[in-house]
């Protein structure tokens, strides 16, 4: 059924869809309403779901730490200091392999104070072993809530999904919501590889010594090099039973472009328009929207970049003293390549600026027009 | 301990780093450096409630939409929960720590809709045929008496009581008016009384054609006469026509017999009687004022029916003293001083002091006197020793006299309801024990209910059940985090218009709905209910259930004495204590 619902609503539905069992959440603004959508279904009694109302981020992550272990399918929400203030459970939840699903709403970290759209408060999570999948609007949202369940369920590794705020998280769209009946053969429950059980108690997430500690960080790696195939997978049976896909990355424009634009999240819409008004006259334009940024989508990347000559990439977000993250994942990726093509780093739109279609605009031209970057980071919309 | 893991391959190893074996091996408990255990409280109500009234657990089995077990639970101590539940003064609701919370439980609501109920199910009583060989005489058919003849009766002992009016009840009967005690309810909570057994014989009048003499073939004598003297109020004129005592008056319209009375009345007096009485003759069509020495604060009359009175139209006129009663063409011209507030006297309550020539005349055609009742000693046996006006009782009830024992308001100035039916208790636990040979004394400080001087029978009978620690819990030691705000179920009253038409019942009965509504909001302080916080919250699984149902006992193998369910407990029911060592 088709309904024109926020990006909160979207994620709301997504976990109702999904059946999980235990909700934690400790409310700030701009996901407030994803939870208050939740508790309210809840306290109607038409949703069965647990709710608890923890005094902190840090707690909502504890708590769904401790009921993912019990077995329970579990969700939280959180934005900007929120995520910030969970970051010791974060890796708790990736260290104990519980697939826990977190949705954060985009948002900078203060001060100065700021609750707009901005990338730093999930990219510094980036070495919790998360998964990380971003969103480009509300209908992806649904859909990369009920898909990230399967993966976490099956990689046995914690997701978070992130939209940007305002941009999707208060903007209504048209989405099309499965009925649980569609939903319910496609993701079955969730069932632990160590059940909790009174009558035979075991200790869980025990010390483990130099003599192990090692391996079970080894453990957690090749999990993660397994997420792209289970991801493939998970994502090609929800095109088959859904008509809805959207992979690791997107290649979009031109075939055999010698530019490509590299985006995440919404900045991704209003790049398709650039990409394609710019192709229409002529320019040999392509885009690239990352979806998924852990585990890091190389062996994809170098599929779509194949013949480029230079990579554009638009970051929402600062690593002050390097610049952009995704630019820094990109060259990394890049340096073992025997094709590596230079990489133009931009940086707009920190703290929820519009990045308009003439920036994207600019930022490709200035990409076509030069041979390597005149600079480490390239300010997009900066007033010098 | 087990040895070392040693894995020689990632492997082999497990995803998670979680214990290979089962960990039943390691007793946490042997860390404990305390111990909890479950330890029930005892409740501020019932240690208020003079009847001593098991309020927490009868409230539970409301809550649990079992009102046959409240019924039960209610008749264990008092025979009396559908008259309670309506003239009770409820000392509980004034201690409910919900009071602190938001507005307390409004339990004497509850207590009458478990009555009313139960009365509305037509449940016949169980009668008792076995009877023990000592007979006991009961003087007094009110509160007291009744009380002690009913607990004497589930003793199993023949009881004969004697009652100087033509039907049985005195105070309840004679002193409360039908619009707040209705005439049915009182019958049927008597009849239930005498189904055990118990005979009324009415019209014996002690000293009159019922002497002291025709007793002796009893065992024990248990007086609960009351208090039926009015007290004058010493000024000449007292004694002139058109003048009469509040009691008296009081009695006629309760026994519904013709009064009469002119249109503008005064009555004097600050208590429950002079409320008593200015109600009803306003529900006689009459103009009714109230004069009483002191002002508002000081009036010993309960504060609802104050507020009723005035609602009915009843003028108050405080700091007023009558001094003289004149007599003009047939109206009475009352003269009076004005009052001040001086000092506080033994009381507690601040001394009225006369305003020099402030002399006032007062007009009406009847003035009514209820400044107290006082006890008439002339019938009682001699010997019996009395003091401040009462009689004098020892700690059980007993009189100097071997085998007399007295109560009510005959023996006590805490004259409500809920005292008489707690102190014939008390005296039926104490006659039972003159009769077994016991230390009725000691059998009492058994039963307190805290520090006393409510008491439980049913402990008395029961030594075993339910045991409860003296100990009252206090709001502080509540948690109060898993309490939500709520509102007190208010009975609905009629109109005030309505109330004036005659003598029918003020407030009515709570429903269903809004009595469990009301259960539900009990704090059951210092007595577990099966939340089951504790289960939840038990980091070592240690609270153990039975089935479905918790069995509040802790597994002291692996219950490290964290104190999490002794914290988490939101109503005190959990004992945190330092383990010996």
């Known amino acids: 059924m088709k309904r024109v619902i926020t990006g909160n609503q979207a994620v709301a539905y997504g976990v109702i869809l999904s059946r999980v069992e235990v909700i934690s959440a400790y409310p700030i603004t701009p996901q407030t309403t994803i939870v208050e959508e939740l508790s309210e279904l809840i306290a109607s009694g038409r949703l069965n779901t647990r709710f608890l109302k923890v005094e902190s981020e840090h707690s909502a992550m504890a708590a769904l730490v401790g009921a993912s272990t019990g077995g329970a399918r579990t969700f939280t929400a959180t934005s900007s200091h929120g995520l910030a203030y969970m970051h010791e459970m974060l890796h708790w939840a990736s260290g104990a392999r519980l697939p826990i699903v977190l949705v954060n709403v985009n948002r900078a970290l203060g001060p100065p104070w700021n609750i707009w759209s901005d990338q730093s408060d999930s990219l510094s999570q980036r070495d919790t072993g998360w998964i990380q999948l971003y969103c480009e609007n509300n209908q992806e949202v649904l859909d990369t809530i009920l898909q990230a369940y399967r993966i976490a369920e099956t990689v046995r590794l914690p997701v978070m999904i992130v939209l940007d705020a305002f941009v999707l998280s208060h903007t209504s769209e048209p989405v099309e919501v499965p009925g649980m009946e569609e939903v319910d053969p496609f993701l079955p429950p969730y069932c632990p590889d160590y059940p909790m059980d009174t009558q035979e108690p075991r200790s869980y997430s025990v010390i483990a010594t130099p003599e192990h500690f090692f391996e079970f960080r080894y453990k957690i790696q090749r999990a993660m090099e397994e997420v792209p195939g289970v991801a493939k997978k998970v994502d090609d049976e929800f095109r088959a ?68 000559k230079k990579l554009a990439v638009i970051d929402r977000n600062l690593s002050a003293g390097v610049g952009g993250i995704f630019t820094q994942e990109l060259r990394a990726s890049l340096y073992s390549r025997e094709e590596r093509p230079p990489v133009f780093g931009f940086i707009s739109g920190l703290g929820g600026r519009d990045i308009t279609p003439e920036l994207i605009e600019e930022a490709v031209q200035y990409t076509l027009d030069h041979h390597r970057p005149e600079e480490e980071i390239l300010w997009l919309g900066l007033k010098r | ?394 700690r059980d009830g007993s009189t100097g006299i071997k085998g007399v024992f007295a109560g009510g308001d005959l023996a006590s100035n805490q004259r409500t309801v809920a005292h008489a039916i707690g102190s014939g208790k008390k005296a039926a636990m104490a006659i039972d024990c003159h009769f077994k040979g016991g230390n009725s004394e000691e059998a009492i400080r058994q039963v307190l209910i805290g520090e006393g001087p409510s008491l439980t029978i049913f402990r008395y009978l029961h030594p075993d059940e339910r045991p409860m620690d003296s100990h009252i819990v206090t709001f502080e030691e509540l948690n109060t985090d898993y309490f939500e705000p709520s509102k007190r179920q208010r009975e609905s009253k009629s109109s005030v218009k309505e109330r004036k038409k005659g003598l029918e019942e003020v407030t009515s009965t709570l429903g269903e709905t809004a009595a469990l509504e009301e259960a539900g909001r009990c704090f059951s302080c210092g007595t577990c209910n099966g939340c089951e916080n504790c289960y939840v919250f038990c980091p070592d699984a240690s609270i153990l259930k039975e089935g479905d149902v918790l069995s509040r006992r802790v597994n002291y193998d692996f219950c490290k004495g964290c104190g999490i369910c002794f914290t988490e407990c939101p109503r005190g029911a959990i004992t945190l204590e330092e383990e010996a060592r």
């Open chain 1, 241 to 308: 039973r859904f008509g809805r896909g959207y992979g690791a990355i997107e290649r979009y424009g031109k075939e055999e472009a010698e530019v490509l634009l590299m985006t995440s999240g919404t900045v991704t819409s209003t790049s398709r328009i650039v990409v394609k008004k710019l192709m229409e006259k002529g320019l040999s334009v392509a885009g690239i929207k990352i979806k998924r940024f852990r585990p890091f989508p190389s062996e994809e990347i170098f599929e779509a970049i194949k013949g480029a």
């Open chain 2, 1 to 394: 301990m087990s040895k070392q893991l040693q894995f020689k391959s990632v492997s082999k190893m497990p995803e998670i780093a979680v214990s290979m074996g089962l960990m039943e091996w390691n007793r946490t408990g042997a860390w404990r450096t305390q111990r909890p255990f479950y330890e029930d409280k005892t409740p501020p109500c019932s240690a208020a409630c003079p009847v001593g009234n098991d309020i927490v657990s009868f409230i539970q089995k409301i809550a649990q939409k079992d009102f046959e077990g409240a019924w039960t639970i209610l008749k264990e101590e008092n025979p009396f929960p559908g008259i309670c539940g309506r003239v009770c003064f409820h000392p509980c609701e004034s201690k409910c720590n919900r009071g602190s919370f938001d507005e307390p439980i409004a339990i004497h609501a509850l207590e009458r809709f478990v009555a009313d109920f139960i009365a509305a199910q037509h449940k016949k009583i169980e009668q008792r045929v076995e009877k023990g060989r000592e007979r006991i005489a009961i003087v007094g058919s009110g509160p007291a008496g009744l009380s002690c003849a009913y607990h004497l009766a589930k003793l199993h002992y023949p009881v004969t009581v004697f009652e100087s009016f033509s039907q049985p009840g005195g105070m309840l009967r004679l002193g409360i008016p039908s619009y707040r005690l209705p005439r049915d309810v009182l019958d049927r909570e008597i009849l239930n009384i005498e189904a055990l057994g118990v005979e009324i014989r009415r019209g014996c009048t002690l000293g009159e054609n019922l002497k002291l003499d025709d007793l002796k073939e009893y065992q024990a004598l248990f007086i609960a006469i009351g208090a039926g003297r009015s007290r004058s109020l010493q000024i000449p004129g007292e004694k002139g026509k058109g003048i009469r005592n509040g009691l008296d008056l009081l009695k006629k319209i309760n026994v519904r017999k013709r009064v009469n009375l002119g249109e503008k009345i005064a009555i004097i007096g600050g208590g429950n009687t002079a409320i008593d009485v200015a109600r009803s003759v306003i529900r006689l069509g009459k103009k009714a004022t109230l004069l009483y020495r002191r002002s508002r604060e000081e009036m010993p009359a309960f504060e609802e029916e104050i507020l009723e009175a005035l609602e009915e139209g009843v003028k108050m006129r405080y700091l007023v003293n009558p001094i003289h009663i004149h007599q003009k063409d047939g109206l009475k011209r009352l003269e009076c001083l004005r009052m001040e507030l001086g000092e506080k006297d033994e009381s507690g309550r601040r001394r009225p002091v006369p305003i020099p020539d402030s002399n006032f005349f007062i007009e009406v055609e009847n003035i009514i006197i209820a400044a107290g009742e006082e006890i008439e000693f002339s019938s009682l046996p001699r010997g019996i020793e009395r003091k401040e006006g009462i009689v004098l009782t020892r």
